[in-house]
């Protein structure tokens, strides 16, 4: 599990395709530190497994699966990514609780800037926008964010960005049509999926009508 809080912007070393992954390697320099094999690491919000460590790099392997879900398919060399370890329980939480479990994939189509506030506007699969709402929690390539507008008509969700969030991860580095990995809430899936199915049966609304009017 994770805070959402990334705790630094770090460079692939290398990706190495291999028959059905890809085995990716990071510097992830002081956060090494302790860090052993088979341990978790969130990379641009995506929980991966440590396989080999030398050093201060840091590989992974990624199966085909993760690459086709998220944007970790559009790695290369030289790139920089989010990266945060797993949270140690007793410890502060200053994001939300993530799972490092993408659901699914968002689009920047625009960004602005209104004095010192930095706006990007984000756009997604139904699938992931029926889980947003206004003020909510969502995790973008791992970092923990409060979506400050929404259109659910048009299809978009902003973020707003203060200049440390910027300057600690890679919201800055992207460029228009460029893909984010966005996780949202378990909480919220769970209560959005159940309000769903009991509306879709019949009984319930029957009974629901009932107690209404009682």
Not at 137 to 147: E, H, K, Q, R, Y
Not at 192 to 211: C, G, Y
Request: glycine share 8%; net charge negative.
């Amino acid at each position: 599990m994770f805070t959402g809080i990334v705790q630094d912007l770090v460079e692939v070393v290398e990706v190495t395709p291999q028959p059905g992954m890809v085995c990716l390697s990071v510097n992830l320099g002081g956060l090494t530190d302790s860090l052993q094999l088979g341990a978790s690491v969130a990379v641009n919000g995506v929980c991966l497994t440590v396989t080999k460590i030398e050093q201060s790099t840091v590989s992974f392997d990624v199966i085909a699966e993760t690459l086709s879900l998220t944007n970790l398919g559009d790695l290369a060399t030289g790139v920089m990514v989010n990266v945060e370890r797993s949270f140690t329980v007793g410890t502060e939480v200053g994001g939300h609780i993530v799972s490092g479990h993408v659901t699914g994939l968002a689009a920047l189509v625009e960004r602005r800037v209104e004095g010192n506030d930095h706006v990007i506007r984000l756009e997604c699969a139904p699938s992931v926008f029926r889980y947003l709402f206004h003020k909510g929690f969502v995790a973008i390539d791992g970092a923990s964010l409060t979506i400050s507008d929404i259109d659910k008509e048009a299809g978009w969700f902003e973020i707003s960005l203060i200049p440390e969030t910027l300057a600690r991860t890679t919201l800055s580095l992207r460029g228009i049509g460029d893909q984010f990995n966005v996780e949202v809430e378990a909480q919220t899936v769970t209560a959005v999926d159940t309000i769903e199915r009991m509306m879709a049966d019949p009984e319930w609304i029957t009974r629901l009508k009932e107690l209404s009017t009682t």
